[in-house]
């Protein structure tokens, strides 16, 4: 992001702005009225971020030649071999660099042994950074993977649940059948219904016997205690 000031001094922004300052101007009122920002055009050419230049045809990695950089490797080379020339390389400048440190400190050397250090470091790190789109690949495959491990867990978590709901649903059927089974048919209802009024039409008949054969009881051993009585009113 660059802002124009005085003259020619240009300024730029450490971080882009907040998110807020974006999402706030794309409300459901200013989608509607057509009053949110379109989004801007594909940039061509040349352009600027955080104040760094950069072409839109530039390489993924950019080669050291374009940055001004000595290459220390040939066109054609083994990243892994290389890797290891660069490390003996450096290890080799270091060691340099303290006997000079050592022995003449002052010396024009050291800033030589420095610069060296430091190209050796660049080579060695733009080298490794070569390796970024196949990083880039390799880290997408593994979420890939992980993705549909996951997706397969969660198939596999539903055909179980499915089952044991499929195991539910039988054994309810069964439990089911069996209550269904144990019920009384419509005839079998009906004689229960025939046989009920029956009991309660020959519930007082029974009723009226017992009393009857209660009072005929009665009556008899009234009878009897009359008749024993009957001899002595005699005999006075």
């Known amino acids: 992001y660059k802002m124009a000031t005085q003259g020619d001094i240009q300024s730029t922004q450490t971080f882009p702005n907040p998110p807020s300052a974006y999402y706030s101007l794309y409300t459901d009122e200013n989608v509607e009225s057509g009053l949110a920002p379109k989004p801007p055009k ?26 001004n950089i000595q290459r220390l490797y040939p ?11 660069l490390n003996r390389s450096i290890l080799v400048c270091f060691l340099e660099l303290l006997d000079i440190l050592i022995n003449n400190p002052s010396s024009p050397e050291r ?13 060695m790190h733009h080298l490794i950074n070569e390796y970024r789109p196949h990083q880039a690949r390799e880290t997408l495959r593994v979420i ?51 046989m009920e009024t029956k009991n309660v039409k020959e519930e007082p008949v029974k009723e009226k016997k017992l009393i009857h054969s209660v009072i005929d009881l009665q009556d008899m051993e009234l009878t009897q205690l009359i008749n024993g009585m009957l001899p002595s009113a005699k005999t006075h």
């Open 111 to 123: 800033n030589q042994k420095i610069s060296d250090i430091s190209i050796l470091f660049i080579n």
């Open 144 to 194: 890939l993977e992980r993705q549909k491990k996951q997706r397969d867990e969660m198939i596999q978590q539903i055909h179980r649940a499915m089952e044991n709901a499929r195991t539910i649903l039988r054994s309810c059927d069964t439990v089911l059948n069996q209550t269904i089974s144990s019920l009384p048919t419509i005839e079998e209802e009906r004689d229960s219904e025939k």
């Open 75 to 85: 066109q054609e080379y083994d990243r892994k071999a290389e890797l290891k020339k």
């Open 42 to 67: 594909p940039i061509k050419g040349a352009y600027q971020m955080f104040g760094a230049p950069f072409e839109t045809d530039d390489m993924m990695i950019r080669p050291l030649e374009d940055q």
